[in-house]
């Protein structure tokens, strides 16, 4: 079973910066998809980014010039850098991977709050 585990939330002042790191348990390339999700209290998950060998790296418009997705095969890893932070970014975030079996895999998710 694969497993994803995120970590680098936290706290953060409006106009910061953090860096989420997702670790896979295994090689990334044998996900057809990589991204990044968030979930903001009483609302529905979203897409924050994704990457993929095919369709190189889709954004969410809140997202674009600000957040920048990016991985590394040798570590196993799926970043989202980001920068710009605004209170309206907090959320828990959730790494997602699409494996060449179709199977939907998420991460338990960490907490991103941006203060004011």
């Known amino acids: 079973q694969v497993q994803l585990v995120e970590s680098g939330g936290g706290l953060v002042q409006a106009g910061g910066s953090l860096r989420l790191s997702c670790a896979a348990s295994s090689s990334i390339r044998n996900f057809n998809r990589m991204g990044w999700y968030r979930q903001a209290a009483g609302k529905a998950r979203e897409l924050v980014a994704t990457?993929?060998?095919?369709?190189?790296?889709v954004y969410a418009d809140s997202a674009k010039g600000r957040f920048t997705i990016s991985g590394d095969n040798a570590k196993k890893r799926v970043y989202l850098q980001m920068n710009s932070l605004k209170p309206e970014d907090t959320a828990v975030y959730y790494c997602?991977?699409?494996?060449?079996?179709?199977?939907?895999?998420w991460g338990q998710g960490t907490q991103v709050t941006v203060s004011s």
């Open positions: 997602n991977a699409l494996t060449m079996f179709n199977d939907n895999i």
């Open positions: 990457i993929t060998s095919a369709a190189g790296v």
